[in-house]
C-alpha cells in the first residue's frame, strides 16, 4: 500500500475521524478505566511495599544496607556499595522470589495486563489491516463498518482488562 493516492489517504482519514468521533464515549470512558487504574496503584503501591518489606525482611534489610539512593534530574535509583555488588545478583534474585511469593498476584496481574493489551493491540491492526485490503473496492460505509467492529472490540476489551485488573488489586487490597 506504498502508492497510495492522496484521494485514498483523505478518504481513509475522514472514515477513521467518523469511526473515532462515533466512537468517543468508549474512547472517553477506556480512558477513565486507564486513568483510574494508575491511580489506584499510586494509592495501593505504597500499601504493598510495606507489606513486601514485612514479608520479606531479610531480603530488604540486605538492600536497605547495601543500597544507596541516588537523584539524578528528579529521578530517584538505587546504587549497590562496590563492596556488595559481587552478591547483588543472588540478593535482588532473592528478593524478587519473596515479592513474588507475598504480592497476592499482583506481579502476574500486571504482567498479563500488558502481554494482553499488547496482544489486542495486535489483533486491532490485523483487523484493521483487513479492512485496509482491497479498500478501492470498498463503499465508505462498508469501511466504516469494518473499522468501527476493530476499534469496538479493542475498546471494550481493552476496558475489561483495566476493569479485572482493578478488581485484583481491590481484592490484594483487602487481604494486606
Known amino acids: 500500500m506504498e502508492n497510495i493516492s492522496e484521494n485514498d489517504k483523505m478518504r481513509i482519514s475522514n ?3 467518523a469511526v473515532y468521533d462515533s466512537l468517543s464515549n468508549k474512547i472517553s470512558s477506556l480512558e477513565k478505566a486507564s486513568f483510574d487504574f494508575e491511580n489506584k496503584l499510586s494509592v495501593f503501591n505504597p500499601k504493598l511495599l510495606s507489606h ?33 555488588r559481587g552478591q547483588a545478583a543472588e540478593k535482588f534474585k532473592e528478593w524478587e522470589i519473596c515479592t513474588t511469593k507475598h504480592d497476592f498476584g ?27 485490503s482491497s ?7 462498508d469501511l466504516k463498518k469494518c473499522f468501527t467492529s476493530c476499534f469496538d472490540n479493542f475498546f471494550t476489551k481493552t476496558h475489561k482488562l483495566f476493569d479485572d485488573a482493578s ?5 490484594i487490597d483487602k487481604k494486606i
Not at 499482583?106 to 491492526?125: C, F, M, V
Not at 479498500?135 to 460505509?141: L, T, Y
Open 15 to 17: 472514515i477513521l475521524k
Open 52 to 84: 513486601l518489606k514485612k514479608s520479606c525482611i531479610k531480603e530488604f534489610d540486605w538492600i536497605e544496607k547495601n543500597g544507596v539512593k541516588t537523584v539524578k534530574d528528579g529521578v530517584e535509583s538505587m546504587e549497590i556499595k562496590p563492596e556488595a
Open 106 to 132: 499482583l506481579r502476574g496481574t500486571i504482567e498479563g495486563l500488558s502481554a494482553n493489551t499488547e496482544s489486542l493491540q495486535r489483533d486491532n491492526e490485523n483487523c484493521m489491516n483487513t479492512c485496509l
Open 135 to 141: 479498500f478501492q473496492s470498498k463503499s465508505d460505509e
Open 167 to 171: 478488581i485484583k488489586v481491590n481484592e
